[in-house]
């Protein structure tokens, strides 16, 4: 017999005795006393695995349990245990791939409830944004692209590409339910059609221009009330971001992300004269 094969049968015999003596307590009190005092080299190959026939977690040499022989596998612990060592050494270096591609494979809540407790605040300072990315790419149960965000604590947003591959929807659920989905059409994104009608403002009738008014514009008490302005101070304030149209008394925004083009170039055209 080879003399590794001599000391790892001496060993099993060892941790089988101690085992007898006071049980798997005893057996790691021996192997981490040992491997203190480097006794025997082969005591550094000694896993700590769960053999389920001893139903714990017991010293084991190439998934074998030292004390019964049976064999072993790594638990459920370790395995959580490797990944949060994992995970620390990639935030200590600006390293997420670990944490992408779990996020890929299960849900956040879930992730963090797998940490020490005592983790959980450098998680969360580290992973702090409202949104986050589930998933972006081919989703192969639904079929489709489609790009999933969890967003605060209950939210899930999904965009994906509509059937006729006119354009994509997006779809919002809460923690409960659907809470709202919407259509965004390709023809509502694309640039100006150089074939179709230019703004002119020798376009705008004046009923287009009344109702334009009607829509955005607003008297000074109202618009005042609205920002918390004074109104006996306000004018220079306003004048940051309206102009004032003398013929009906109104304040009307000067630009504005929720004018169409054509209303901004009304509301340009009603500006400038």
Not at 53 to 60: K, L
Not at 140 to 166: S, T
Request: charged fraction near 30%; glycine fraction near 6%.
């Amino acid at each position: 017999m080879g003399k590794i094969k001599e000391e790892l049968q001496e060993l099993r015999e060892t941790c089988q005795r101690k085992y007898q003596e006071g049980g798997a307590a005893a057996v790691i009190e021996y192997i981490e006393e040992a491997i203190r005092h480097g006794q025997q080299m082969i005591l550094l190959e000694v896993q700590y695995e769960r053999c389920e026939a001893c139903d714990a977690d017991m010293p084991s040499i190439g998934h074998e349990c030292l004390v019964c022989g049976q064999e072993t596998k790594i638990s459920k612990q370790q395995l959580v245990d490797a990944v949060i060592e994992d995970l620390k050494r990639g935030f200590e270096k600006g390293d997420y791939t670990v944490l992408d591609e779990l996020l890929n494979k299960l849900p956040v809540k879930t992730l963090v409830q797998a940490l020490p407790e005592e983790d959980w605040q450098v998680y969360d300072e580290l992973n702090n944004s409202y949104f986050e990315i589930m998933h972006q790419d081919y989703y192969e149960p639904a079929g489709r692209e489609e790009i999933q965000i969890h967003a605060g604590e209950h939210g899930n947003v999904y965009l994906f590409q509509d059937g006729d591959k006119l354009g994509f929807i997006i779809d919002v659920y809460g923690q409960n339910d659907q809470l709202d989905t919407m259509t965004v059409w390709e023809e509502d994104l694309k640039d100006w059609d150089e074939d179709e009608e230019p703004i002119d403002p020798n376009n705008f009738s004046l009923v287009e221009q009344e109702d334009f008014l009607d829509q955005w514009g607003q008297l000074t008490d109202e618009v005042c009330a609205e920002l918390g302005y004074d109104e006996e101070t306000s004018d220079d304030l306003l004048m940051v971001d309206y102009f004032y149209y003398e013929p009906k008394k109104y304040w009307i925004p000067k630009i504005s992300s929720l004018y169409t083009p054509r209303e901004q170039s009304i509301a340009d055209y009603l500006r400038l004269g």
